[in-house]
């Protein structure tokens, strides 16, 4: 059984484009992130959520909307594209903030 | 300068070596992270740590709060180590977690 399931794994599109990574767990855990890991392997937290309200938003542009409908899932909309979108995205969760992690095994996303 | 800084930054060991991985952070704490990423991609959570050592299988991890320092150490290298190593903290003003650039390691056999 999955613990935190990304999807899709690789994700291609154009510039311009609007696309949706969806991510699920079912640890129980109240907490739900989304971590941007570019070329140099370097992560950074874009979004955190509990229990369904945000409460980290990083300077993120606006074309990326998170979106949790319960506290299992918290997907990720990103409109129009640009190339420096292109990243590996993962998506975490944890019981509590700063507590054990478990991450999803990451979409790659390449925008052309 | 990042909050969080891992030395080294590659590492070549041979097989059965022991290892060591430092993380220095700059931030207050409540807790710090110690992942593995591996070639495919997945990310591992090996530790979590406030204070002390803990241990798993070949792995240990050690914390001196007061230093802001914590080391993870690989006993009996094996080639399946070989891996990026990314200390991360809780903590910082926006009590978010800050990862480190990583560690590459390759163990060679």
């Known amino acids: 059984d999955t613990a935190v399931s990304q999807t899709p794994k690789y994700l291609v599109t154009q510039m311009g484009n609007d696309k949706s990574i969806k991510c699920e767990q079912n640890?129980?855990?109240?907490?739900m992130y989304w971590y941007k890991q570019d070329s140099k392997k370097f992560l950074k937290i874009m979004f955190s959520?509990?229990?369904?309200?945000?409460?980290i938003n990083e300077t993120v542009p606006n074309r990326f909307s998170p979106k949790s409908p319960d506290k299992a899932h918290l997907n990720l909309h990103i409109n129009s594209l640009e190339l420096g979108d292109s990243a590996v995205y993962f998506c975490a969760s944890s019981l509590g903030q700063g507590n054990g992690y478990t991450f999803g095994s990451g979409t790659r996303l390449t925008v052309v | 300068k990042n909050e969080v800084e891992q030395s080294p930054q590659n590492l070549t060991a041979q097989e059965g070596e022991f290892i060591t991985i430092n993380c220095s952070y700059s931030?207050?704490?409540?807790?710090l992270h110690w992942l593995q990423q591996h070639p495919g991609g997945g990310i591992v959570s090996l530790f979590m740590l406030s204070s002390g050592k803990k241990k798993h299988g070949r792995l240990i991890a050690t914390i001196n709060i007061q230093e802001k320092h914590s080391s993870l150490h690989i006993t009996a290298s094996h080639p399946r180590d070989s891996a990026v190593y990314i200390c991360a903290v809780h903590g910082g003003a926006t009590n978010k977690l800050i990862f480190g650039t990583g560690t590459l390691l390759a163990v060679q056999p």
């Open positions: 931030v207050g704490i409540s807790a």
């Open positions: 640890l129980g855990h109240d907490t």
């Open positions: 959520y509990n229990n369904k309200e945000l409460i």
